[in-house]
């Protein structure tokens, strides 16, 4: 039987195999200092937050590393062992960033949408029972005209891309890639009155679009 460190040292093998396979997987991730759990935060799976980039020449991807981390408890929990914690990692789908991703709103936008996993631990069962999900994020310094009056961003999660499988095999189990994509104002009021037909619609409109994973300012809405 493998151990919980085995389980991880070999989950993490197969996250960095997809990503390169992908694009130029950065050697660092992106951490802190002080693991927010310790503050009060969500807790992560193996307890360690961290975050991958990965480099192509058309665009910069910005991914969690760490919420399909196997359970730090999994030798002693056996309602965890089985698992690879949440059952997926979140992306964005960036234009090319030069240097560090950390200052940038398409990581804010990602950080938000990990900790939004991480504080509701189940999202991977939603995902089960519809191809799309829409949820509203704080704490994203994008233009105003991208805010509702309560200052969150809207953002459609689960939309297909080209070049990034929907899932990758790990150490216990396939997890899914979810991609986190920023939404106008028009777009999320659409999802917001239209339900999951109109998460549906939406999805369909942004793929006819093009890009269809791609989070820029630059992008025209659908509604």
Same mark, same amino acid.
């Given at each position: 039987m493998?151990?919980?460190?085995?389980?991880?040292?070999?989950?993490?093998?197969?996250?960095?195999?997809?990503w390169?396979?992908?694009g130029k997987?950065?050697?660092?991730v992106?951490?802190?200092l002080?693991?927010?759990s310790f503050?009060?935060?969500?807790t992560?799976?193996?307890?360690r937050?961290?975050?991958?980039?990965?480099?192509?020449?058309?665009?910069?991807i910005?991914?969690?590393?760490?919420?399909?981390d196997?359970y730090?408890?999994s030798?002693?929990?056996?309602?965890?062992?089985?698992?690879n914690?949440?059952?997926l990692?979140?992306?964005?789908?960036? !234009?090319?960033?030069?240097?560090?991703?950390?200052?940038?709103?398409?990581?804010?936008l990602?950080y938000q949408?990990a900790?939004?996993?991480a504080?509701?631990?189940?999202i991977?069962?939603?995902?089960?029972e519809?191809?799309?999900?829409?949820?509203?994020l704080?704490?994203?310094?994008?233009?105003? !005209?991208y805010?509702?009056?309560e200052g969150?961003?809207?953002?459609l999660?689960g939309?297909?891309?080209?070049?990034?499988p929907?899932?990758?095999?790990?150490s216990?189990?396939?997890?899914?890639?979810?991609?986190?994509?920023?939404?106008?104002l028009?777009?999320?009021?659409?999802?917001?009155?239209?339900?999951? !037909?109109?998460?549906?619609?939406?999805a369909?409109l942004?793929?006819?679009q093009?890009?269809a994973?791609?989070?820029?300012?630059k992008r025209?809405?659908?509604?």
């Amino acid at each position: 039987m493998s151990t919980y460190q085995q389980h991880f040292d070999t989950s993490c093998e197969l996250r960095n195999g997809l990503w390169n396979s992908v694009g130029k997987l950065d050697p660092d991730v992106i951490a802190h200092l002080i693991n927010p759990s310790f503050m009060g935060g969500p807790t992560w799976p193996s307890l360690r937050q961290a975050f991958a980039t990965i480099r192509t020449p058309e665009r910069t991807i910005i991914a969690s590393d760490g919420l399909s981390d196997p359970y730090d408890d999994s030798e002693t929990n056996p309602a965890n062992a089985p698992y690879n914690g949440f059952g997926l990692e979140v992306y964005v789908a960036a !234009e090319p960033i030069t240097g560090g991703v950390q200052t940038t709103w398409e990581f804010q936008l990602l950080y938000q949408a990990a900790q939004l996993v991480a504080q509701n631990g189940s999202i991977i069962n939603l995902f089960e029972e519809m191809p799309f999900l829409s949820t509203e994020l704080y704490d994203v310094d994008v233009p105003a !005209e991208y805010r509702n009056a309560e200052g969150r961003v809207g953002v459609l999660l689960g939309l297909p891309d080209e070049k990034i499988p929907d899932n990758v095999q790990l150490s216990l189990e396939s997890v899914k890639l979810v991609n986190v994509k920023l939404l106008t104002l028009a777009e999320l009021d659409y999802v917001i009155a239209n339900g999951e !037909e109109g998460r549906v619609k939406l999805a369909e409109l942004i793929q006819q679009q093009g890009n269809a994973t791609l989070s820029t300012l630059k992008r025209k809405s659908v509604i």
